[in-house]
């Protein structure tokens, strides 16, 4: 397979964090030709990392891929836009995320102010509000609402990108296997030869799956919050953060 039908600026995987990166990023990984390593990782996009993250996607090659967790702005979105870098969006029902992101951070990420205010902390419940509400010390700097935080996410639904849904991911093998045969249209883009099929690529991509290689999976399961959520929890989530559900288009 020659590598330059992929794409000849690269491109860029993007999540909402606990969303399924680490199922695309070893999908991606199965096609020889296309290379990935922790130093194309990209986090936040805030005003002073513009620079360094600028540099870094201006030095994408054609069989590589950058990935991560940014926030959407003019600029950035800009951008990329003018160097040719294609856009992938993985997305998440938004109260599965804080639920996966909670026990992230407080028991598999042992490092920074976020883990020590919620590992301070006796119950899943007082951490759930925490972070729905924010406004705890981070690095000196109040953390942001749930709200304010995942919503910075939003504005690349209106950029031209493929929008991957973690639910459908590890979905039914049908459901799972119609969502990666939509990368592998988009990876292909109809540059490959016709003996080269969308549905041959999307078997080769979900082969290499392998959750248990991944140092951040915990469960892949869909609608976990409902078990972990308790009444009050979901009526501040709602009041708080229920804004996030239309706009990501969950219910």
């Known amino acids: 397979m020659n590598a330059d039908f992929i794409n000849k600026h690269g491109f860029f995987v993007n999540s909402m964090p606990k969303s399924g990166t680490h199922l695309v990023k070893q999908m991606l990984k199965g096609i020889p030709e296309l290379h990935h390593d922790h130093t194309m990782e990209l986090y936040m996009g805030l005003p002073e990392q513009l620079e360094s993250h600028f540099k870094l996607l201006n030095s994408l090659q054609p069989h590589q891929f950058a990935a991560g967790h940014v926030y959407h702005s003019k600029g950035y979105a800009d951008f990329i836009k003018s160097r040719g870098i294609r856009k992938i969006l993985i997305i998440r029902d938004p109260r599965d995320v804080l639920v996966s992101y909670t026990?992230?951070?407080t028991y598999k990420y042992p490092y920074g102010d976020v883990h020590k205010v919620l590992k301070s902390m006796k119950t899943q419940k007082e951490r759930y509000m925490a972070l729905i509400k924010g406004g705890f010390?981070?690095?000196?700097?109040?953390?942001?609402?749930?709200?304010?935080?995942l919503g910075g996410y939003a504005g690349w639904l209106n950029e031209p990108v493929l929008i991957l849904r973690f639910e459908n991911l590890v979905g039914s093998e049908s459901v799972k296997m119609a969502e990666i045969t939509k990368l592998a249209e988009w990876i292909i883009n109809g540059r490959l030869e016709n003996h080269f099929s969308p549905a041959s690529l999307a078997r080769k991509l979900a082969e290499n799956i392998n959750p248990s290689t991944s140092l951040t999976f915990r469960s892949g399961k869909t609608g976990s919050w409902m078990n972990e959520f308790d009444e009050e929890v979901q009526e501040l989530f709602m009041k708080e953060a229920g804004s996030l559900l239309p706009l990501y288009g969950y219910k």
């Open 137 to 149: 010390l981070h690095y000196g700097y109040p953390h942001p609402s749930f709200e304010n935080w």
């Open 103 to 105: 026990y992230f951070m």
